[in-house]
């Protein structure tokens, strides 16, 4: 797939070229990356090794105590509770929206562009014009919609943020899928009398799917932001919950005398984006490389 009809289906931009790329290495900045991601797969998965505490209990006596204290790593917040603590719990609900919308995304998109791509003229011409009307809408936007109709929490704002994402995913699988159906190879199968679902499973699938995972990738760390961001307008978890969105949107009311409340989150959101993005950017060279 060229780069252009890449950047056309996805948003996202390439390298300039693949002469130019620097071939797989374990560089620092990934390396760091992995230990990262590591540490919140741990997190999510055995909260109790890192953290002790309950996210969901204080003592008043103890609210806005300072980070970097031997009592609280990264302080407490107005009710007492340990910051810490509702970071370590905030990782699986956080892990989960983003992986949960990014298999909604691409089943369901991988679903549109095969029908787009291998059906009749009219029917890709019908769900390509749905795609583009959704794909000018921004996800954020498209995700409240969705919310509003379905309802607030946090099931609820992972369907709607992987629904949000549904036609990039589309248009990707779209564009792949019309490229591989004009292949010699399929053109091979036909001749030879293979049936269309074997064809459909060995040969147009996979390599219309191929280009998604590390696509998918990459959009785990969008996806977390998104759903952050619905949380933080209060569509997502609901207080008290420990989940990253919600504690940014309580920490705003007390920036003025506890700055950790909105800095340790923010922080811990951006680091979790840019991680989950190296990652992904690295898994895309990667496939780029072996496809070249």
Do not use: C
Request: net charge positive; charged share 15%; proline share 6%.
């Amino acid at each position: 797939m060229s780069d252009v009809a890449l950047t056309q289906a996805t948003g996202v931009v390439p390298p300039a070229s693949r002469s130019g790329r620097r071939r797989a290495g374990w560089r620092p900045g990934l390396v760091l990356a992995a230990l990262f991601v590591g540490l919140l797969v741990l997190a999510a998965v055995a909260p109790g090794l890192l953290a002790h505490g309950d996210p969901l209990e204080g003592n008043a006596r103890d609210a806005f105590g300072l980070p970097f204290s031997a009592q609280h790593l990264l302080g407490t917040d107005e009710n007492g509770r340990d910051v810490w603590t509702r970071l370590i719990h905030g990782a699986r609900p956080s892990l989960l929206m983003g992986v949960g919308a990014t298999l909604v995304g691409v089943i369901f998109g991988v679903g549109l562009g095969l029908a787009a791509g291998l059906g009749q003229k009219w029917l890709d011409t019908v769900l390509m014009r749905f795609v583009d009307v959704l794909l000018a809408f921004p996800d954020l936007l498209l995700a409240l919609v969705f919310i509003a109709i379905w309802g607030q929490g946090l099931v609820n704002a992972t369907l709607a943020v992987g629904v949000a994402s549904i036609p990039r995913y589309a248009r990707l699988v779209r564009a792949q899928t019309v490229q591989v159906r004009q292949s010699g190879y399929v053109e091979a199968a036909r001749t030879l009398g293979w049936h269309p679902l074997v064809i459909l499973w060995r040969h147009v699938l996979p390599n219309a799917v191929r280009p998604v995972l590390p696509l998918a990738t990459i959009g785990i760390g969008a996806k977390i932001a998104l759903g952050a961001a619905l949380s933080f307008l209060g569509f997502g978890s609901p207080p008290p919950s420990p989940e990253w969105g919600a504690m940014l949107a309580l920490g705003r009311n007390f920036m003025s005398n506890a700055w950790w409340l909105v800095a340790m989150p923010g922080i811990t959101i951006t680091l979790t984006v840019v991680s989950i993005t190296t990652l992904g950017r690295e898994l895309l060279l990667r496939s780029e490389g072996k496809s070249s």
